[in-house]
């Protein structure tokens, strides 16, 4: 979706390692997600940010940090990757219409 | 907490014919969006159909139409004359309402655990 911006869409780290995942979007939505997708388990949110200024867990949240410093950006860092983390990354907009516009997904492996 | 589930991690149709995936749910609440996105090889989750859990009647969308059973917790999808294109990661995912008082949805998805369908030539 040309509306949502993901980079890196590719990245392997160290244990160790910290890195940030940026989302930027050109959509105008006031709420934006960070999910992660592992096999068998779907898509699990990870943060999720109602509008700017404000950010709440999910359902998978620890080792990750979230930061939502103006409506276009929604960033996830991860401080200190661990191999549990090796993951494919989705960041999302929310529709008006209930539905959630996704992003290219960035891959990432910690070794 | 609302859950999601999809029952057949594979399926495989063949061309030109039709398919159901089955997807159940589970939640106290009445009011609520249902969906299935479609993930093919290259990544990207594509929304393929959406169904408000006020409205009776099914939704439909060219070839993909959903058999929604409020009662019964239940949300299939069938894909009529199948496309060697269909073959994906089929999700199923559900949303409740309320929206925020400025009257924008920030609900989170809920999604299954995914279903693998394969279209044979």
């Known amino acids: 979706n040309a509306g949502v911006t993901q980079t890196p869409k590719f990245q392997v780290l160290k244990t160790g390692q910290s890195m940030t995942l940026q989302c930027a979007q050109d959509m105008n939505h006031n709420s934006m997600y960070w999910y992660r997708q592992d096999p068998g388990m779907g898509l699990r949110l990870i943060y999720y940010s109602a509008s700017e200024g404000t950010t709440d867990k999910g359902e998978v949240p620890n080792g990750y940090n979230v930061s939502r410093l103006n409506k276009r950006e929604f960033s996830l860092r991860l401080e200190s990757a661990a191999p549990s983390q090796t993951s494919v990354y989705f960041c999302?907009?929310?529709?008006?219409?209930?539905?959630?516009?996704f992003g290219e997904g960035s891959r990432l492996t910690v070794l | 907490a609302q859950t999601v589930t999809q029952s057949q991690p594979e399926m495989s149709v063949q061309e030109a014919e039709t398919v159901t995936l089955s997807c159940t749910y589970d939640t106290s609440e009445n009011n609520y969006y249902l969906f299935w996105y479609k993930q093919p090889p290259s990544r990207q989750m594509i929304l393929v159909i959406r169904q408000e859990a006020y409205k009776q009647q099914n939704a439909t969308e060219n070839r993909f139409s959903v058999n929604f059973q409020k009662a019964a917790k239940s949300f299939s999808l069938k894909i009529s004359d199948s496309q060697l294109g269909d073959t994906a990661m089929y999700f199923c995912?559900?949303?409740?309402?309320?929206?925020?008082?400025?009257?924008?949805?920030?609900?989170?998805?809920?999604f299954g655990q995914g279903t693998i369908l394969t279209v044979h030539p």
């Open positions: 999302a907009l929310g529709a008006n219409t209930g539905e959630l516009f």
């Open positions: 995912a559900f949303k409740q309402f309320p929206f925020n008082a400025g009257g924008t949805s920030y609900g989170k998805l809920t």
